[in-house]
């Protein structure tokens, strides 16, 4: 285990559904990140949260809503998705969101949207 | 246009055989360059850090290479292992806009016994 810990693993879900992703970490990080990984494609920045305050919203549309309410749990709610929502959701945290440190991602959450 | 261009896209290589992952990028001016890890099913793990003043980093079986002005870097795999099969990824931290990573899109790297 990385330290980044992301559950459900796998999810199966409706266009008409609402689910929620969590991640966790007690690394003693100040920064969570989102992250969205299709295949063959690079990782695209969805969220960043720093001290529980999102500082980055990369254009995401609103079927996906962050949350943070401390800086060791992040979630993503997901509500009325599209089949091409379907990926690899990543969570990662890192010491601060500026700066050189490196990233500690979790295992992810592989959605499908059917 | 991404910043960071991966080669090949996969790759399919016999156990104990040696390969080569290339990364290209434009990411400009960049703090370092990290190769990440990726196993099937898992979140990317990093191999490798180097900063522009880096030539070479080295870490078990594998051996990252960087050239700065040619904006390059290399990952290579010596004697390859079943474990290896996983995707690698170039991931580049420009200085502008808050240190942001820059991802490619990965080398998914099969080894076949």
């Known amino acids: 285990e990385t330290g980044v810990t992301q559950t459900p693993r796998h999810l199966v879900m409706g266009m008409t559904n609402k689910k929620s992703l969590k991640c966790e970490q007690h690394l003693g990080h100040n920064a969570m990140y989102w992250y969205k990984q299709s295949a063959k494609k690079p990782l695209e920045l969805m969220f960043v949260y720093s001290l529980e305050e999102r500082v980055e919203n990369n254009s995401v549309p609103s079927r996906f809503s962050p949350e943070c309410p401390n800086s060791s749990h992040l979630f993503l709610h997901l509500h009325t998705l599209q089949p091409e929502d379907s990926a690899l959701y990543l969570c990662?945290?890192?010491?601060?969101?500026?700066?050189?440190?490196?990233?500690?991602f979790g295992s992810g959450t592989r959605l499908t949207v059917v | 246009k991404n910043q960071v261009e991966q080669s090949p896209q996969s790759l399919i290589i016999l156990e104990g055989k040696n390969c080569t992952l290339q990364?290209?990028?434009?990411?400009?001016?960049?703090?370092?360059l990290r190769w990440y890890k990726q196993d099937t099913g898992r979140g990317p793990v990093s191999l490798t850090i180097m900063t522009f003043s880096e030539n070479t980093k080295s870490n078990g079986r594998y051996t990252a290479t960087l050239d700065a002005d040619t904006k390059q870097s290399s990952l290579h795999i010596t004697a390859s292992q079943l474990s290896d099969s996983a995707s690698y990824i170039c991931?580049?931290?420009?200085?502008?806009?808050?240190?942001?990573?820059?991802f490619g899109a990965g080398t998914i790297l099969r080894v076949k016994s």
């Open positions: 990364c290209n990028y434009t990411v400009s001016p960049f703090s370092n």
């Open positions: 990662a945290s890192s010491q601060t969101a500026i700066g050189n440190y490196g990233y500690t």
């Open positions: 991931v580049v931290r420009g200085m502008e806009y808050g240190n942001k990573l820059v």
